[in-house]
């Protein structure tokens, strides 16, 4: 069975996707005149509520976007054994720093410019996009925990190196 799609790969094409969508559908709705800003009533909290449901995606996205799952990708020259197991240790913790800094200076950013886009200005839209950032990352960490232990049981669905009686035959 060749041409399996590294499972790395499909995990970092869903995450860049995704954080392209929502990073452009957080652009136009900053920028986007108050008066023409659609009234969302099913989000509670209202503005501060946009704005961590808005985060949370970006958090869940950009933190698969920048996800190096364990054994998959360069091999470095260590003594101990590297683990190709999905499952929530240490790992995470760098595609964790990434998501909270770039999501933060994305929404600092953001603020800094929408008065120039006929909006105020309020610093307490980052803290609520902080708020959704860490909501974003916990859901997702929660979902690899869920999805993980599926395919770490199924090594033959996306890794390419996997050897099974198929493929030895021909």
């Known amino acids: 069975m060749s041409g399996r799609i590294p499972l790395q790969r499909i995990v970092r094409i869903t995450g860049i996707v995704l954080t392209l969508l929502v990073v452009s559908l957080i652009m136009v709705f900053s920028f986007m005149p108050k008066e023409t800003y659609p009234n969302i009533s099913w989000i509670p909290f209202a503005d501060k509520g946009d704005h961590m449901a808005a985060y949370a995606a970006f958090g869940f996205s950009f933190f698969l ?53 006929g909006r105020t200005r ?11 950032l860490v909501v974003g990352v916990a859901v997702v960490l929660l979902f690899l925990k869920l999805v993980g232990s599926y395919f770490t049981d199924r090594p033959w669905l996306y890794d390419p190196n996997w050897k099974d009686e198929m493929d030895e035959t021909h």
């Open 65 to 117: 976007a920048t996800l190096q799952i364990p054994g998959s990708g360069k091999q470095h020259k260590t003594r101990t054994k590297v683990h190709s197991t999905l499952h929530i240790t240490s790992w995470a913790g760098r595609s964790i720093m990434y998501t909270l800094v770039t999501g933060l200076i994305l929404g600092g950013v953001v603020e800094l410019l929408q008065p120039r886009f």
């Open 122 to 132: 309020e610093w307490l839209d980052l803290a609520a996009d902080f708020m959704g």
